[in-house]
């Protein structure tokens, strides 16, 4: 593969770098922040631990009160609403993704075996939808056509370069994948410098 196309000086590492820059003050802040709030946390636990020595039974029994229905809550909170959230989203993302990975392997494995016969599939499955499409768009515009030919055509040039060559093809495809990827990282990255986080 080759990266250097990529050109992740421009596109990965210069936003990073920028990035880090800018929310570097931020981070300066925060510690500040944090800071404060630690000190307010001690004055606070110095402030219970001196009410605890002046006054300990009552101030124990408070706490064991506070703690009990805090506890409660949290407990009922947790059976009644989050664990079965929890649980039904838990086997629904297990039953998608073993769906999904059989699936991804099956269409991996026929690929493989049979690259000639799945592009033709495929581009036979394309036609026909195409030729529907073309029968539904054909009242719209006769630029929706041209627009419409020339997806098939370059749909047809992919999968004459996936049948010829597939190892070769996928690995342009997948620098095209990842070149699209920094692409939008760096869109994010910029919008991102621009709006001043």
Known sequence: ???????????LYNPSKILYQQTSHQLFEFYGFSKSYLI?????????????????????????????QTATDIYLSFNQQWLPQATAYYQSLANNSNSFIIQAQT???????????TANLLMDNLTVSANTSLATVSGYADDAILLLTEFLQNLSIIFTAIIDEPL????????AIVSSLLDGYYQIVTSLLISGL
């Open 1 to 11: 593969m080759n990266f250097e196309q990529l050109d992740l000086e421009n596109r």
């Open 168 to 175: 070769l093809a996928l690995d342009h495809y997948f620098i």
């Open 107 to 117: 269409a991996l494995t026929t690929f493989l075996d049979h690259p000639g016969q």
């Open 40 to 68: 307010d946390v001690h004055n606070a636990v110095a402030t219970a631990c001196l009410q605890l020595y002046k006054q300990p039974l009552e101030t124990l029994n408070n706490w064991y009160w506070q703690t009990n």
